[in-house]
């Protein structure tokens, strides 16, 4: 269920992505490399914020680590499939913007997928700070208790 809802992101998400790319290289010669580099900012922005600490940058960092990993992957398959393509015309693996395009789009598939948090870490976050706050609300409590000038007999141990 998980394959297919990824799929299904993928080629919602990834379709206009690979027609608004076309249509910029089409516009902005230099598109290859600038994108690449775009491709590659977006999931090491987005694993700083995860990293910061902070609930906003952690969003942000989710919003691009989320973007990054999708679009990594559709540079993945697009620069893959580009390669296959020409390594059958020319007998060779292609032109090295295409390797580079391979390189940008997998290293930003794997950045962006890391800065995504599992469901079980999430759930083990906040089984942990229930806990926490648990504790701290016991501790509070039989400090108040201690604090109340009760007679022995009505104390709990």
Known sequence: MRVLRFLVYLV???TPTVLAWTVIREVWPAADRDMMWIALAMPCAGLAARLSGHPI????????GTAAGFVGVQIVVVAGLVALYSWNIDDGFGSPS????FAAGLTAALLGFTTIPSRRRQAQQRRERLAAAR???ARNAAEFIATLDLPDETRRP
Do not use: I, K
Request: hydrophobic share 55%; no cysteine; aromatic share 12%.
């Open 57 to 64: 940058p952690q969003m942000l960092g989710f919003a691009l």
């Open 12 to 14: 919602l998400l990834g």
């Open 98 to 101: 295409r390797v580079l395009w």
């Open 135 to 137: 504790d701290e609300g």
